[in-house]
């Protein structure tokens, strides 16, 4: 029987070309993300309760994308191919071959934090806040890419709006699952979380806003790797769960943490 599908919208992963120089959509949407989310939350720093001058933030800019970029490939050679990348230590460091873990990426920018505000002597859990209100940004562009590149694609269906990825090597009709996790993970979550960093009461809560943030996270990767294909070289990693949602868990954990916790 033959499925109905919708045609995947091929579009070129190279955004802008320039001689040798390939800026792809992936890349691009890091930029983007990072740029609108460093916009964002310079207008949060001077409200109140005042926080830091917007030029710290731009300081704070710096550590963000050192702690994105290590934490994200960090992330990725320990969780999804520790094994290839043993074998092959050099490799770990091609970041253009691609490959980047988003829960790498955040224990890299909780790091990155932590060290900002101790060295600038601010506290950690208001600056912890400020980047947590504007992160579903970066979540949302990212998704949106790698739906572009016809990666992380989902499970196979028999959905009206099912796709067929060319990436696929079986060209299965399946559940566009990317655009799925950008719609939970960065548009609902980035409203959630701009809605609740516009009111003062919950600014002045530290920990309020990140623990809304890692609740949200875990909880809306969790549903949407229902739909996503696990990695092919992982597979399952206990019965029916994915590596997404093992990772996902502690966040979920911690953000319960910081939401009951005494002020």
Not at 7 to 34: K, M, N, Q, S, T
Not at 65 to 88: D, E, I, S
Not at 148 to 154: A, F, P, T
Request: aromatic residues 10%; positive net charge; glycine residues 10%.
């Amino acid at each position: 029987m033959i499925l109905p599908v919708v045609p995947f919208p091929v579009i070129d992963p190279v955004a802008v070309e320039l001689g040798p120089l390939a800026i792809r959509w992936y890349a691009l949407a890091y930029l983007v993300g990072l740029i609108v989310g460093w916009r964002l939350a310079r207008r949060f720093a001077v409200r109140p309760p005042y926080l830091m001058r917007p030029q710290r933030v731009d300081d704070l800019l710096a550590w963000m994308v050192l702690g994105v970029v290590a934490g994200g490939r960090l992330g990725y050679v320990l969780f999804y191919k520790p094994g290839y990348y043993l074998a092959n230590p050099e490799e770990a460091l091609f970041l253009w071959q691609g490959g980047m873990s988003f829960h790498g990426g955040l224990a890299g920018v909780a790091v990155a934090v932590f060290l900002f505000a101790r060295r600038r002597e601010l506290p950690v859990l208001r600056v912890a806040d400020m980047v947590a209100a504007v992160a579903p940004v970066g979540l949302l562009l990212g998704r949106l890419a790698n739906f572009v590149n016809g990666e992380l694609y989902g499970r196979a269906s028999d959905v009206s709006w099912a796709m067929v990825f060319p990436s696929d090597p079986a060209q299965l009709p399946r559940h566009p699952s990317q655009l799925y996790q950008a719609a939970l993970e960065g548009l609902l979550l980035g409203l959630v979380m701009l809605a609740l960093a516009s009111q003062e009461r919950v600014r002045a809560r530290p920990g309020v806003l990140t623990g809304v943030f890692l609740l949200g996270y875990g909880l809306a990767r969790s549903l949407g790797e229902l739909f996503r294909e696990p990695d092919a070289h992982l597979g399952f990693i206990l019965g029916p769960v994915t590596m997404g949602q093992l990772l996902s868990l502690p966040l979920v954990i911690a953000g319960l943490f910081l939401l009951v916790r005494r002020p």
